[in-house]
């Protein structure tokens, strides 16, 4: 790449003559500095790749933080659904066992009977 300088090519007529000292510098000078461009588009190209990696591993890293959080909230989620599924029974239960005992309470009284209670 460094070989085949475009100034090279585009002073074909000054590489058939013989420069001058003026002529040699100037093309050297000319040359130097392609060179030059090409070095700093190279640490551009570098910086450029650099930032793309860390931004792929910062996404990277974001998405497997967000799948995480989102496991823990499903997670949460559950435990808090189960633990209102498990009130909604006890209630559920309770209010089953109540009417129990008033259905058995009432046969109890159409019988001439009752419950032992305790009077506190």
């Keep these: 790449r460094f070989g085949s300088l475009p100034a090279q090519a585009a002073m074909p007529a000054l590489s058939a003559m013989k420069l001058t000292r ?46 995480r959080l989102e496991q823990h909230h499903h997670k949460e989620e559950l435990l808090q659904a189960n633990k209102e599924l498990v009130l909604m029974r006890r209630a559920q239960l309770k209010e089953l066992l109540e009417a129990e005992a008033r259905m058995y309470e009432e046969q109890l009284n159409a019988m001439g009977l009752a419950f032992a209670k305790d009077r506190v």
Excluded: P
């Design 22 to 67: 003026e002529g040699k510098v100037a093309r050297r000078v000319e040359e130097d500095n392609i060179r030059a461009q090409y070095v700093a588009d190279a640490a551009d190209y570098r910086m450029t790749h650099m930032r793309t990696a860390w931004f792929e591993a910062s996404d990277k890293r974001q998405t497997v933080r967000r799948h």
